[in-house]
C-alpha cells in the first residue's frame, strides 16, 4: 500500500487539557449563588440562603459551571437580603452574568489582608509631615490614580508614601494598598498605586496613614478587564496554563495565545508548545513558522516529547526552514524513545518506505505497534494492514480485521472503508 509522508507526517492533534479545579488546602464553600450583573467596578450575585457575608470581607470566587474553576478574588462592597456586591481584587477567569459561582470568605488564614488598629501607626515615611491618620473622601479614580478629599489640610506631602483603607457602610475597613501621593493641592490629594491590593471607588470615606512595610510580598500587574485597567495578582505558569485551556474551550483564541505565551516566558515547557503550535496553525496569533520553531525549541530543551516531534515536522515538512529529513528523522527518533506515539508512527512509515534509513518491514511494524499500543488510530490501522499483507510480521487476516475494527471505532477513516470494501 502506498503511503505519502505528506499526508501521513501531520501535527500533532493537541486537545484541550481540562483541569478539574484548583485545590486550596483552607478553602470551603461558604455561599452559593447566580451572577446577575457583571460590570467593570461590581459584579452582583443573587446568593442562596442565609447570608453570613459582612461588607469589607474577602472572598474567593469559584465558576460551579466549570468544574469549580478558580475566578478570582474579590471584596465585598454591600450586602442586602439575597444579593451581594462584589468589587474585583484579581480576575483570573470568565465572569459571564447568569453563571453558578462558589463564594468563600478568606479574611483569615494565609489570604488575610491584615488591617492596623486605628491608632496603630508605625514607621512613617520620610517626606511625611504627620505620623498621625487623616481622613478623606474619594472623590475621582482615574486609570493610574485617585483623587481624596482631604478633611484636614496640610497632613501630608508630595512623594510620601500611604497606606489606604476604605470604610464600607457597615463600619468595616478595607485595606487597598499602599500609595503615592503624587499632587497635594489645597484640600485633596491624588495619589498612585505602589502596591495596589483593592479597588478603590469613589464616594467611599478614606483613612490615610503612613505606609508601613508590607507584610507580604504581593506582586502585581497590570491588565485591562471590561475596558478598565485594573491590578491583578500575578499568576503561576501552571494557572496561566489553566486560564489558557478554558479560553480555547470557549473559542476565544487571542485570550488563549495571551495566556500560554505569558506561562512560556516562564518556563512552562507545555505551554512552549502549544505556543508554537499556535504559531504554526496561526491560532489566535498570525502564523509565524520562525516563531513557531524557536518555541519549540525551548520547549525540547526540556525534554518535552511533543516539542520534539513537531520540530520533526517542521524539518520534514521545511516550514520556514529548509526541509531536512535526515534531521527530523533524528528528532521523531528522540521524541519516540520519549513515548511519543505520533513519532513512533512517523518511524515507522520511514522505515516502510526506505526515507532516509534502510527499507526495514520489521522495524516499521514494530514501530506502528508501539504507537498503536497507545491507541493512535493511524498507528492501528497500519498495523492491520500489516497483518493482512505480511509485512514484517506473519500474515494473519484475523488479527488484521480485529485491529481495523479498532481503528475504526476511533474514527479513522481508511479502516472504515476497508471495512466496507469485500
Known sequence: MRISLLKTIRMRRLTTIIIAALFFPCLTFGFEGRIISVGPEIIKVEVDGQL????????????????????????????SPGLVELAPISIEGILEKGMRVAL??????????????????QDQTPGQSSGESFTGKVIKVDKDSVTITVFESGKVMEGSRVDLYFKMSSGRQMEVGQWKVIKSGQGTIDAAPVDMIGRPMVGLTAKISPAEKRKENIKTSVATINGTQSYVIEKSADEHVIA???????????????????????????????????????KGVKQDYKQSREWYEKSAQQNNASSIYNLGVIYSQGRGVNTDMKKAYDLFFRSANLGDSHAQYNLGVMYK???VVEKDLFKSFNWFDMAARQNLP???????????????????TATA?????????????????RLNTP
Open 401 to 417: 480485521m480485529m485491529y481495523y475494527k479498532k481503528a475504526a471505532g476511533l474514527g479513522e477513516k481508511k479502516a472504515i472503508k
Open 378 to 396: 493511524e498507528a492501528l490501522f497500519m498495523v492491520g494492514n500489516e497483518y493482512e499483507y505480511g509485512n514484517g510480521v506473519t500474515k494473519n
Open 244 to 282: 489558557g485551556n478554558r479560553y480555547l474551550k470557549e473559542n476565544k483564541d487571542k485570550m488563549a495565545f495571551i495566556e500560554f505565551k505569558q506561562a512560556s516566558e516562564k518556563g512552562h515547557a507545555g505551554a512552549q508548545n502549544f505556543l508554537g503550535h499556535m504559531y504554526f496553525n496561526g
Open 353 to 355: 518506505k526506505g526515507m
Open 52 to 79: 453570613g457575608l459582612f461588607d469589607g470581607d474577602l472572598v474567593r470566587m469559584l465558576n460551579r459551571g466549570f468544574l469549580d474553576a478558580y475566578t478570582g478574588r474579590f471584596v465585598v462592597h454591600s450586602v
Open 104 to 121: 468563600t470568605v478568606i479574611n483569615k488564614g494565609d489570604d488575610a489582608v491584615t488591617i492596623p488598629a486605628e491608632s496603630t501607626v
